[in-house]
């Protein structure tokens, strides 16, 4: 149990009989008496290209749990350090990178190659990604238009 505490932060209490009672610090339930839940990690279902914790639960599926109440313990650091630095470090590196292959492109085409041609642009820039929650119904369009 200390091990578990240091993952996710935990209570423990002893019921009648000298069952176990074991609650993350979210209210989340681990093991009531002799039902005990497992932890599992998944893709997310906001944007699968990100990993997140989850309940196993055999007749519902996995339930996910959400980051915010996952905030103690290493695994609460370690969402949170994702979450807010990492998040926001690769999003300014990413803002970076474009501005940089803009500038850098608007200079080429500026130019001539040795043959006298037109100067094209240098960096390929992708379009954005638009990522759909597996969790919505309906049958919205998942694409964008440009006007």
């Known amino acids: 149990m200390s091990e578990l505490n240091q993952i996710v932060g935990v209570e423990v209490s002893v019921q009648d009989g000298g069952t176990y009672n074991i609650t993350m610090a979210n209210g989340y339930s681990l093991v009531q008496g002799s039902t005990a839940r497992q932890l599992a990690a998944v893709p997310s279902s906001a944007d699968p290209s990100r990993t997140t914790v989850a309940y ?5 599926g996995n339930i996910e749990i959400p ?5 103690t313990g290493s695994l ?4 949170t350090f994702r979450s ?5 470090t690769r999003n300014t ?4 990178a474009l501005a940089f292959a803009e500038a850098f492109n608007t200079q080429h085409k500026a130019g001539f190659d040795a043959n006298g041609d ?5 960096f390929a820039i992708g379009k954005p ?3 759909q929650n597996t969790k919505n119904k309906g ?3 998942d694409r964008c238009h440009g006007n």
């Open 56 to 60: 196993v639960d055999g007749t519902a």
């Open 67 to 71: 980051e915010k109440l996952l905030n």
């Open 76 to 79: 609460g650091g370690i969402l």
């Open 84 to 88: 807010q630095d990492l998040d926001q």
């Open 93 to 96: 590196l990413g803002q970076l």
């Open 118 to 122: 037109a100067g094209e642009d240098f």
């Open 129 to 131: 990604a638009v990522l």
């Open 139 to 141: 049958d919205v369009c």
